[in-house]
Nanobody, 121 residues
Framework: VQLQASGGGLVQAGGCLRL?????????????MGWYRQAPGKQRESVAT???????NYADSVKGRFTISRDNTKNTVYLQMNSLKPEDTGVYYC????????????????WGQGTQVTVSS
């Protein structure tokens, strides 16, 4: 199983970006999906998560600016980031809890490779 993230880049403050992350491999079922970020010198933090049914949770710092969504038919999770601020700069990682083919117990958490988001002031 692999997670491939894309969509990062350099943007000015106030701008927007859309991140995508697609899971591939021998997947039976994906439960929670989400995005984390890590700024230089800081710990990785949760940005947004979404259940298989579409219930979303957000970090307080991004509420009202970011929107997480998913397409279960494509095993893909998205993060629409609007009104970006310099403090949103960091490496963004996608994650998904996945049951591989033949697995029926606790899902395994997989991580993407990270995509850089840089917001200039």
């Amino acid at each position: 199983v692999q997670l491939q993230a894309s969509g990062g880049g350099l943007v000015q403050a106030g701008g927007c970006l859309r991140l995508s992350c697609t899971a591939s491999g021998s997947i039976r079922r994906i439960t929670d999906m989400g995005w984390y970020r890590q700024a230089p010198g800081k710990q990785r933090e949760s940005v947004a998560t979404i259940t298989s049914g579409g219930s979303a949770n957000y970090a307080d710092s991004v509420k009202g600016r970011f929107t997480i969504s998913r397409d279960n038919t494509k095993n893909t999770v998205y993060l629409q980031m609007n009104s970006l601020k310099p403090e949103d700069t960091g490496v963004y990682y996608c994650t998904a809890k996945i049951h591989r083919t033949g697995e029926y117990y606790d899902p395994t958490a997989y991580w993407g490779q990270g995509t850089q988001v840089t917001v200039s002031s």
